[in-house]
Nanobody, 123 residues
Framework: QVQLVESGGGLVQAGGSLRLSCAASGRTFSAYAMGWFRQAPGKAREFVARINWSGSATYYADSVKGRFTISRDNAKNTVYLQMNSLKPEDTAVYYC????????????????WGQGTQVTVSS
């Protein structure tokens, strides 16, 4: 059974930074793309960033490009999201997710999700 456990959320002022972590267990972490998604109150869940199985390719939503960085440490079975220059509109519950197909190129289709971690950015 795959488990994804996020940590690192919290309350931060606009312009500040946070680093989210997601620890994975249950299957070969290094074989799957990982992603971060978020859901703000009253809104649909949206894609934030993804990273391929090796960490050699990343992709970002336009709204976070240049401010957020996704990375992974396959030795630690962990994916990270470094968030800089945070804005109030970044306030949401952030979820990490694991792709359903190993060694997939391009778009990911997650089938495992973490429980989420709250990020609140005050103005």
């Amino acid at each position: 059974q795959v488990q994804l456990v996020e940590s690192g959320g919290g309350l931060v002022q606009a312009g500040g930074s946070l680093r989210l972590s997601c620890a994975a267990s249950g299957r070969t972490f290094s074989a799957y793309a990982m992603g971060w998604f978020r859901q703000a109150p009253g809104k649909a869940r949206e894609f934030v960033a993804r990273i391929n199985w090796s960490g050699s390719a990343t992709y970002y939503a336009d709204s976070v490009k240049g401010r957020f960085t996704i990375s992974r440490d396959n030795a630690k079975n962990t994916v990270y999201l470094q968030m800089n220059s945070l804005k109030p509109e970044d306030t949401a519950v952030y979820y990490c997710a694991q792709d359903s197909v190993s060694y997939r190129l391009g778009h990911m289709a997650p089938n495992y999700w973490g429980q989420g971690t709250q990020v609140t950015v005050s103005s």
